[in-house]
């Protein structure tokens, strides 16, 4: 079993930064690549960005590249999601997730095992 909880979530003006945290717990941090995802309203949930069990590879949607940059430090047990340039479509309730057994891009949400409670993110205009 594994346990996530995000942190950093907030009210922002459009251009404004935040960085999201994860902090896992409940088995090998590295035995793992994470996700953040989010979702908005009304909307389905959407992939944000991903990174492999040891950070050597990274992914993004399209919406977010050259924005947003996913990291992660082992050591601690935390992966983040470093947001930059905020825009007013960013606003959902972020999520990060736990894969246990990818190792490419997997952008659904059902190839990930397990999920935190999500942290929300309103950028205003």
């Known amino acids: 079993q594994v346990q996530l909880v995000e942190s950093g979530g907030g009210l922002v003006q459009a251009g404004g930064s935040l960085r999201l945290s994860c902090a896992a717990s409940?088995?090998?941090?590295?035995?793992?690549?994470m996700g953040w995802f989010r979702q908005a309203p009304g909307k389905e949930r959407e992939f944000v960005a991903r990174?492999?069990?040891?950070?050597?590879?990274?992914w993004y949607a399209d919406s977010v590249k050259g924005r947003f940059t996913i990291s992660r430090d082992n050591a601690k047990n935390t992966v983040y999601l470093q947001m930059n340039s905020l825009k007013p479509d960013d606003t959902a309730s972020y999520y990060c997730?736990?894969?246990?057994?990818?190792?490419?891009?997997?952008?659904?949400?059902?190839?990930?095992?397990?999920w935190g409670q999500g942290t929300q993110v309103t950028v205003s205009s």
């Open positions: 990174i492999s069990k040891i950070g050597g590879y990274t």
């Open positions: 409940g088995r090998t941090f590295s035995a793992y690549a």
């Open positions: 997730a736990a894969d246990l057994g990818g190792v490419g891009r997997e952008t659904r949400p059902d190839e990930y095992d397990y």
